[in-house]
């Protein structure tokens, strides 16, 4: 393992836990209480707020602000421009620090360029959340979904193909980069890696 690279250009605030191997490009700022793992890769204007956590091997691409009470399990992808919020409904006028939700992006999601995650929700395992999405409420473990607001239009593998099944009902079909085998009960999709 590495140490962490940071552009010259990075602020990386005193008491930030760094993990090794991650990559910090230009002009990227991370306060002193953020948390990352290993082998995570901030593109060029970057924010990462104090009370963030984020896993090994997250990808964040540029000019995402990942505001306090968020949390990034591994393997999260952050499209280019994506927007997090941490206040249900901010006023200028009226402070609301207190009232920050929590917002959970499990493992293997991706957060597709443009879209918006509404404070408060989980983005399930392995889901995918299409460019330009607008998300209000929580995402089941490897759903679809795209549109304002979002909504589930398939499901996802692990390896990031949308798979042949309806969304609700029973069907079985397997990956075929992978060879896992996915299997739909009613709403809930299980994974059994091969």
């Known amino acids: 393992m590495a ?10 605030d005193d008491g930030a836990t760094i993990g090794e ?4 490009w230009h002009f990227v700022h ?3 209480e953020a ?5 995570c890769s901030l593109g060029q204007n970057v924010f990462i ?7 090994d091997n997250v990808k964040i691409q540029n000019n995402v602000s990942v505001y306090d009470n968020v949390i990034l399990e591994d393997d999260v992808f952050c499209g280019p421009s994506m927007v997090f919020t941490n206040v249900y409904n901010p ?3 009226v402070t609301r620090k207190d009232e920050y939700l929590d ?3 499990k493992q293997g999601a991706t957060l597709g360029a443009n879209c918006t995650i509404i404070c408060g929700v989980t983005i399930g395992r392995n889901a995918f959340v299409g460019a330009g999405a607008v998300v209000n409420k929580d995402v089941p473990d490897h759903a679809l979904v795209v549109g304002v607001p979002a909504r589930q239009i398939g ?3 692990a390896y990031g193909e949308q798979l042949d099944l309806p969304l609700e009902g029973s069907g079985s079909c397997s990956c075929a980069h992978t060879g896992d085998v996915y299997t739909l009960d009613h709403r809930r999709l299980h994974r059994e890696p091969a």
């Not at 140490?3 to 990386?12: F, L, M, T």
């Not at 948390?35 to 082998?39: D, E, I, K, S």
């Not at 707020?49 to 896993?55: L, P």
Request: proline share 3%; glycine share 10%; with cysteine.
């Open 35 to 39: 948390v990352l793992g290993r082998g």
């Open 30 to 32: 991370v306060c002193a």
């Open 3 to 12: 140490a962490p690279s940071i552009h010259e250009s990075a602020i990386v």
């Open 49 to 55: 707020g104090n009370r963030v956590s984020i896993g």
């Open 155 to 157: 499901w996802m593998s």
């Open 91 to 93: 006023r200028s006028a």
């Open 21 to 24: 191997d991650c990559r910090i």
């Open 103 to 105: 917002t959970v992006v």
